[in-house]
């Protein structure tokens, strides 16, 4: 499973590209509205960071198909690099989708909830579709069944389309999508700590450490 990192904050992306195996970022328009700034800075700032070869999944705020790929084209031709652009499920997004691939631009179809709409997204031909897996929680829905379902749908049909989930909110849900075969998931930055923190791990440590100074104090390795 490859993971990305869920934000529009420059310095989160600049800690998180620095110290974990990500494959990019994903924004939307609430997580770039946070950043309070100036649309075009950030992006090019964020493709700075990461660079051209990491995924960069960017939404359009258009509503109809031709300002949909109006807008993706100037985003693909402002940034570049490896970049996807997201668009929610609906007939304009599935149009847009559609007119997208004709011109070889990423589609990322976004705002999914249910195995159909993910496996007509993935017929229009979007490269990744984001199920939201806490939203699904948060309404005793069933966020990872339903990861489960698009997983097994794309394997059935074999469709190239991947599993982007997304709409975290611990690290039970990223595991429960690992299992389920996801090929993608994308995480905001409190959740890669907690991800790799655990308390025996810690203790483990500690231990290493008591136990080196106790026989050689603050020497280290280095200067044996
Ligand atoms: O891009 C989708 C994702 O960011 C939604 O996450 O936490 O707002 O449910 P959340």
């Known amino acids: 499973m490859k993971y990305l990192i869920d934000t529009g904050n420059v310095e989160a992306?600049?800690?998180?590209n620095e110290f974990y195996?990500?494959?990019?970022?994903t924004t939307n328009p609430t997580l770039v509205a946070k950043e309070k700034t100036d649309f075009w800075k950030l992006i090019k700032e964020i493709r700075n960071i990461i660079g051209d070869d990491k995924m960069l999944h960017v939404q359009t705020v258009q509503t109809t198909a031709e300002k949909?790929?109006?807008?993706?084209k100037l985003i693909k031709e402002t940034v570049?690099?490896?970049?996807?652009?997201?668009?929610?499920?609906?007939?304009?997004?599935?149009?847009?989708t559609m007119m997208l691939k004709k011109l070889g631009i990423g589609v990322t179809m976004t705002a999914i909830f249910t195995p159909q709409q993910a496996l007509i997204a993935a017929k229009a031909g979007a490269d990744f579709v984001a199920p939201y897996v806490n939203r699904l929680d948060n309404i005793?829905?069933?966020?990872?069944?339903?990861?489960?379902?698009?997983?097994?749908?794309?394997d059935n049909y074999g469709l190239d389309c991947q599993v982007l989930s997304a709409s975290f909110k611990n690290v039970e849900q990223i595991h429960n999508c690992a299992l389920s075969g996801c090929h993608t998931a994308t995480i905001a930055p409190e959740l890669f700590k907690a991800a790799i923190s655990h308390p025996m791990t810690d203790a483990a440590v500690n231990?290493?450490?008591?136990?080196?100074?106790?026989?050689?104090?603050?020497?280290t390795i280095l200067d044996f």
């Not at 992306?13 to 998180?16: D, K, S, V, Y």
């Open 80 to 96: 570049g690099g490896e970049l996807y652009i997201k668009i929610p499920i609906g007939e304009e997004g599935l149009k847009a």
């Open 68 to 72: 949909m790929v109006e807008e993706a």
């Open 207 to 219: 231990g290493f450490t008591s136990d080196w100074k106790a026989v050689y104090g603050d020497k």
């Open 140 to 154: 005793v829905g069933d966020g990872t069944r339903v990861v489960e379902d698009i997983v097994i749908e794309f």
């Open 13 to 16: 992306i600049r800690h998180i």
């Open 21 to 25: 195996p990500i494959a990019g970022v």
